[in-house]
């Protein structure tokens, strides 16, 4: 069964300080996402890697980097953290299919930025 | 991207077979038909895909319209398990395998 964790399932984290969020997958994917999800609003993507150091903007990207260094890790930074990115981080993973390709999600990450 | 439309909520009962429609009106020829769902307090999940044909797969059914405007996700025997969020998302062949997802359906089941 493949596999994404996250590093945390609940964080508490003061405005201004950067925050690092880690997402581990274990098959091999090409391709890593990352998204937040707001009541009302869905999910939204913030940033996906097709490759090792390679990445590109989501519809949300503001606020957000990113860092890929290697194929099974896909860390989201947030710079200096505010309280409207208060939210739920969800990683993904998948290996491209042109379409037909499988998103394999974390159980998420619930940020509070107080 | 094309747009799916979902109806905001549906009720079933337990054991009952469940039918969640979408409208997806201006699908295009190379969109494929994806259908995930999400249980409280987890990361969403695949349940089916297809592009033309009904598919069938130990979670569910997927009937599409000939025409390709909607399609219909089928839980055969709805269990408690069952109540989730469930989206339906159009996924082009050329995307940059980006999900867009709408504000879905909530199932819930009746025991």
């Known amino acids: 069964d493949v596999k994404v964790t996250q590093s945390s399932r609940y964080l508490v984290k003061r405005t201004g300080e950067k925050v690092f969020l880690e997402c581990v997958q274990d098959?091999?994917?090409?391709?890593m996402f990352w998204y937040r999800q707001d009541p009302g609003l869905g999910l939204r993507l913030i940033y996906f890697?097709?490759?090792?150091?390679?990445?590109e903007k989501g519809d949300i990207p503001e606020g957000y980097s990113v860092s890929r260094e290697k194929k099974e890790r896909f860390s989201l930074i947030l710079e200096s953290a505010s309280t409207n990115q208060t939210s739920m981080y969800l990683c993904?993973?998948?290996?491209?299919?042109?379409?037909?390709?499988?998103?394999?999600f974390g159980p998420g990450t619930r940020l509070t930025v107080l | 991207d094309a747009k799916t439309t979902q109806p905001n909520s549906m009720e079933s009962n337990e054991e009952e077979p469940v039918h969640l429609p979408c409208n997806h009106s201006?699908?295009?020829?190379?969109?494929?038909i994806h259908w995930y769902r999400q249980l409280p307090s987890q990361g969403p999940e695949y349940v089916i895909h297809?592009?033309?044909s009904n598919v069938n797969n130990r979670m569910a059914s997927l009937a599409i319209a000939e025409d390709r405007k909607s399609s219909t996700l089928i839980l055969h025997r709805a269990t408690l398990r069952d109540a989730a969020v469930y989206y339906c998302?159009?996924?082009?062949?050329?995307?940059?395998?980006?999900?867009?997802f709408g504000k879905g359906t909530l199932l819930t089941v009746n025991p």
């Open positions: 993904a993973s998948s290996f491209p299919g042109g379409g037909t390709d499988t998103q394999y």
């Open positions: 098959m091999d994917h090409e391709n």
């Open positions: 890697s097709y490759d090792v150091k390679m990445k």
């Open positions: 201006t699908i295009s020829g190379t969109d494929y």
């Open positions: 297809g592009l033309t």
């Open positions: 998302i159009l996924i082009s062949r050329g995307s940059n395998y980006k999900l867009t």
